[in-house]
């Protein structure tokens, strides 16, 4: 699923027990300017369990993340509950409809896509893209999952890299974090 956020990419990977999410670092400012080519927008999160990925505005995706990692402690770190509290709390609260982020988080079990309308989805085939370039990176990732025997962590990055050669708004500064 890719998002209308200009400005990152981020892809996600699960394959042979092993989940990697990757992200680029360029922030972009309005449509003309690279602000930061090395934003690091992939982080862990719950005593290093959690992993999630954001694109989107940077403060409404640093935002968003907080208040993920909120319903992680309330929820004792589980991902779902946590997601879908999230999703809830997304879709009824007045200033946080107005956040325009998405964001990526896996656990050891799950990855899920947290969208800016309060959904909560499983992705198919264990592969999640979002941002700018999201759509470039799921073709590829799928392309190199179809095709390859590489590791979830080399499938994530080299979707990425693929994305950054296509879309202005993606740069080849990666973050990869496994699980």
Same mark, same amino acid.
């Given at each position: 699923?890719?998002?209308?956020?200009?400005?990152? =990419?981020? $892809? %996600?990977?699960?394959? +042979?027990? #092993?989940?990697?999410?990757?992200?680029?670092?360029?922030?972009?400012?309005?449509?003309? =300017?690279?602000?930061?080519?090395?934003?690091?927008?992939?982080?862990?999160?719950? /005593? /290093?369990?959690?992993?999630?990925?954001?694109?989107? !505005?940077?403060?409404?995706?640093?935002?968003?993340?907080?208040?993920?990692?909120?319903?992680?402690?309330? =929820?004792?770190? /589980?991902? #779902?509950? %946590?997601?879908?509290?999230?999703?809830? @709390?997304?879709?009824?609260? *007045?200033?946080?409809?107005?956040?325009? @982020?998405?964001?990526?988080?896996?656990?050891? #079990?799950?990855?899920?896509?947290?969208?800016?309308?309060?959904?909560?989805?499983?992705?198919?085939?264990?592969?999640?893209?979002?941002? @700018?370039?999201? +759509?470039?990176?799921? %073709?590829?990732?799928?392309?190199?999952? *179809? /095709?390859?025997?590489? !590791?979830?962590?080399?499938?994530?990055?080299?979707?990425?890299?693929? %994305?950054? @050669?296509? $879309?202005?708004?993606?740069?080849?500064?990666?973050?990869?974090?496994?699980?």
């Amino acid at each position: 699923m890719s998002s209308p956020f200009k400005g990152t =990419t981020i $892809c %996600a990977v699960k394959r +042979n027990g #092993e989940i990697a999410i990757a992200g680029d670092g360029q922030v972009t400012m309005g449509e003309h =300017t690279i602000f930061k080519t090395t934003a690091k927008k992939v982080r862990r999160v719950f /005593n /290093n369990e959690v992993v999630v990925g954001f694109a989107g !505005s940077v403060a409404d995706a640093f935002a968003l993340c907080e208040r993920f990692e909120e319903q992680l402690q309330k =929820t004792g770190g /589980n991902l #779902e509950k %946590a997601a879908v509290a999230l999703a809830q @709390s997304w879709r009824g609260d *007045q200033a946080m409809r107005q956040l325009e @982020s998405m964001m990526i988080a896996a656990n050891k #079990e799950k990855l899920l896509i947290l969208s800016g309308t309060g959904e909560v989805i499983d992705p198919d085939e264990g592969i999640a893209a979002i941002g @700018s370039g999201g +759509n470039y990176a799921l %073709a590829a990732a799928r392309a190199l999952m *179809q /095709n390859t025997d590489l !590791s979830a962590k080399d499938i994530a990055e080299k979707a990425l890299r693929i %994305a950054a @050669s296509i $879309c202005v708004y993606t740069n080849d500064h990666i973050t990869v974090e496994t699980l």
